[in-house]
T-cell receptor, first 115, second 113 residues
Framework: AQKITQTQPGMFVQEKEAVTLDCTYD???????LFWYKQPSSGEMIFLIY??????QNATEGRYSLNFQKARKSANLVISASQLGDSAMYFC????????????FGRGTSLIVHP | NAGVTQTPKFRVLKTGQSMTLLCAQD?????MYWYRQDPGMGLRLIHY???????AKGEVPDGYNVSRLKKQNFLLGLESAAPSQTSVYFC????????????FGQGTRLTVV
């Protein structure tokens, strides 16, 4: 069963606008971590942001924030003030004890930022 | 620190040839992983290791073998390459139990003709 679901294969956003990339997850473990990675056209995987299941506040890292809704099992990435350099693939991932802490990834969302 | 280093970065193989991909990390991580990335499929786990001398199968292990003789190295082998193994391969490592992020190598683009 798929543990991480990203339902948006592709997203478009105007430069300087905000965009939300969706991610839902499935786990019965009370302790888990959620991550977002960026993969630009050059191919490397860049870690963006982390949210722990016990964290009371949503994680933020500069223009990135994670909208964590635990009851709904969603961990959406919000990018504020989009830049042309934000055009990339974005992957949501999770580590939990049920999966032996092996990172499991979604299929990714392709984001294109228009000038 | 170099982090996670993969070699080679590119390779073209003929069907039936063999090769080994090397992954090295200098962060003293216990866990290491090999993923393959195909369009529309995200990253799928091939094999992983939770410590020196241990390996385990992931989601798509067929056609691959691995070894972890040293803590810092994790090797991925293709004994008889097939066109279906054309993909981008990523190695990653992380601390053990705990919910910290995984660190990735730069990837290896493999084409099997």
């Amino acid at each position: 069963a798929q543990k991480i679901t990203q339902t948006q294969p592709g997203m478009f956003v105007q430069e300087k606008e905000a965009v939300t990339l969706d991610c839902t997850y499935d786990t019965s473990d009370p302790s888990y971590g959620l991550f977002w990675y960026k993969q630009p056209s050059s191919g490397e995987m860049i870690f963006l942001i982390y949210q722990g299941s016990y964290d009371q506040q949503n994680a933020t890292e500069g223009r990135y924030s994670l909208n964590f809704q635990k009851a709904r099992k969603s961990a959406n990435l919000v990018i504020s003030a989009s830049q042309l350099g934000d055009s990339a693939m974005y992957f949501c991932a999770m580590r939990d004890d049920k999966g032996s802490y092996i990172p499991t990834f979604g299929r990714g969302t392709s984001l294109i930022v228009h000038p | 620190n170099a982090g996670v280093t993969q070699t080679p970065k590119f390779r073209v193989l003929k069907t039936g040839q063999s090769m080994t991909l090397l992954c090295a990390q200098d962060m003293n991580h216990e866990y290491m992983y090999w993923y393959r990335q195909d369009p529309g499929m995200g990253l799928r786990l091939i094999h992983y290791s939770v410590g020196e001398g241990t390996t385990a199968k992931g989601e798509v292990p067929d056609g691959y073998n691995v070894s972890r003789l040293k803590k810092q190295n994790f090797l991925l082998g293709l004994e008889s390459a097939a066109p279906s193994q054309t993909s981008v391969y990523f190695c990653a490592s992380s601390y053990s139990r705990g919910v910290t992020e995984a660190f990735f190598g730069q990837g290896t683009r493999l084409t099997v003709v």
